[in-house]
């Protein structure tokens, strides 16, 4: 088992910066993979951003790259979520997820996830 806590959302107003946190415990396993999505009301969830725990690799949706970073902290087994120059089509519950055997093709995927954490809203106003 494996239990993810998210942290960080809350209200900004367009342009600004929130960090999101999504803090790990339970079974990790050193070859997983962390992913933070979103799911806006009457959409369905999408994938965001991803990092390997291992190595460091990461990856993005279009729509955030350049303005969303995702990193961690392994010896905190935490996983951050940078957002800056927010919009408010950015407006949705985040939520932290664990994928314990990641496939670089499927990464995005949120099928692939086995864990998920409770999820953080994230309003952003015009």
């Known amino acids: 088992q494996v239990q993810l806590v998210e942290s960080g959302g809350g209200l900004v107003q367009a342009g600004g910066s929130l960090r999101l946190s999504c803090a790990a415990s339970?079974?990790?396993?050193?070859?997983?993979?962390m992913g933070w999505f979103r799911q806006a009301p009457g959409k369905e969830r999408e994938f965001v951003a991803a990092?390997?725990?291992?190595?460091?690799?990461?990856y993005y949706a279009a729509s955030v790259k350049g303005r969303f970073t995702i990193s961690r902290d392994n010896a905190k087994n935490t996983v951050y979520l940078q957002m800056n120059s927010l919009k408010p089509e950015d407006t949705a519950v985040y939520y932290c997820a664990a994928d314990l055997n990641p496939l670089v093709n499927k990464i995005t995927n949120v099928y692939e996830y086995d864990y998920w954490g409770q999820g953080t809203q994230v309003t952003v106003s015009s």
């Open positions: 339970g079974r990790t396993v050193s070859s997983s993979a």
């Open positions: 990092i390997r725990w291992s190595g460091g690799s990461t």
